[in-house]
């Protein structure tokens, strides 16, 4: 399934159907993924659904030309980016300028050459490849590999707006580990590395598969539960919890016994106008359960 | 007026197409599909001096043949296309006979290989 997600998808866009046989021919012959599109407009619906990595535009296509899409791309901020090459029977020094104006990363001009084409996409395959990278790098953390706190605060956005839209509730946890910093100070941080990795792993083997974890701060998580009524957002908070506290964590200074506070919230439970509040709501439940005794599940 | 060009340039053709020889055939046979109603396009698009459709199907013309190395067809495309661009109906009549000509020189060309 990884290398799959690593493949780079290529787009054709061409309305010429000897030249995108030919195209395609050579294209999948060299390993890539690729989807043929007779005009722009068929071309800009695959670009909405966000998994097109490199694209071949054609200059002269009918409903929407090359260039112009070259535009609409570049212009739309919401997807990821698309390494564009116009290919094209225009070879003008004006309508080169033209194309890479409008956003075009290359462009090769038609009849096209194999050996550079193939050259031309394994950069588009690298500078795709790094800004992948970056990109993960940029919203995962390090260490637990679960999304960053600015990321799992950017879903929490698109989440309780998408809850609002559909009227469905939101449930939250936020979860900090208990006593940790003590793990810090009498075994270093390496072996509290190693625990937070092993209670992320504790954590996501109880989550939904549309549940997402975020890493808010040092020794606490927030987990966002769409679609999830107060009653299973209870069972599913203590099931992580029980998961942590029933089996020590073996690390590499030995078996450590742990447990972990949980504050939740659901806007089944509450009048929530903003992720600021729910955040606000399920810190106060978190604090409560660290009053009650820690190894608890308090709900707000 | 032919110079050293040929009708079709088979080698540089099949660079193209990966050197496969069945599936260049494939794609002349398909060029010869297309060709008959993109011509009958731009008689019809000459009839009535459009010349956006004269230089798009010039256009589209030129590419196809450009890509299977079609010397001949892709130069007389070309003349059809600049036809369009510079509004130029007496030269678009001129080269749609060319045009048919060099057709009927590939389909001859063609069923002597066979």
Not at chain 1, 41 to 67: C, H, R, S, Y
């Amino acid at each position: 399934m990884k290398s799959k997600q690593n493949k780079v998808k290529i787009l054709i866009a061409e309305d010429d159907r000897i030249s995108s046989k030919i195209l395609k021919k050579h294209i999948t012959g060299w390993g890539y993924d690729v989807l043929v599109v007779p005009d722009g407009k068929k071309a800009w619906q695959v670009f909405e659904k966000n998994e097109i990595g490199i694209a071949l535009l054609d200059w002269m296509m009918p409903e929407i030309t090359g260039v112009e899409l070259c535009r609409k791309i570049r212009n739309d901020k919401s997807g990821k980016y698309t390494y564009i090459i116009l290919l094209t029977a225009k070879n003008k020094q004006k309508d080169i300028n033209k194309g890479l104006t409008a956003g075009a990363d290359e462009y090769l001009t038609k009849p096209f050459n194999p050996i550079e084409l193939k050259a031309r996409l394994k950069t588009g395959k690298r500078i795709i490849d790094l800004l992948e990278k970056l990109h993960k790098q940029a919203i995962y953390d390090g260490l637990t590999k679960v999304f960053n706190r600015r990321e799992i605060m950017r879903i929490l956005n698109e989440e309780f707006y998408r809850a609002q839209r559909t009227n469905q509730p939101l449930s939250t946890i936020m979860l900090d580990l208990d006593h940790f910093k003590k793990v810090n100070d009498t075994y270093g941080h390496p072996v509290g590395d190693e625990v937070l990795v092993e209670i992320v792993s504790r954590i996501t083997t109880k989550m939904r598969a549309y549940d997402k974890i975020g890493r808010y701060g040092g020794e606490e998580f927030i987990i966002i539960l769409p679609h999830n009524s107060i009653k299973s957002l209870k069972k599913i908070a203590e099931r992580i919890r029980i998961n942590i506290s029933q089996k020590s964590i073996q690390t590499s200074a030995g078996p450590l016994q742990l447990t972990v506070s949980l504050g939740c919230t659901s806007t089944e439970n509450i009048e929530a106008s903003s992720t600021k509040m729910i955040i606000k709501i399920s810190d106060e439940a978190l604090y409560k359960a660290k009053n009650n005794g820690r190894n608890c599940t308090v709900v707000g | 007026m032919t110079g050293g060009k040929k009708t079709i340039d088979f080698d540089s053709a099949l660079e193209r197409t990966g050197g496969d020889k069945d599936f260049l055939y494939e794609l002349i046979d398909m060029y010869m599909e297309d060709f008959i109603p993109k011509y009958d396009e731009l008689k019809k698009a000459i009839k009535e001096e459009n010349f956006t459709a004269i230089q798009e199907t010039g256009h589209y013309l030129k590419g196809s043949a450009a890509n299977l190395s079609l010397s001949f067809l892709k130069d007389a495309s070309l003349q059809m296309e600049l036809a369009g661009e510079d509004k130029d109906i007496k030269k678009a009549q001129q080269t749609l006979d060319e045009l048919k000509k060099e057709f009927a020189r590939l389909k001859t060309f063609i069923s002597n290989m066979d």
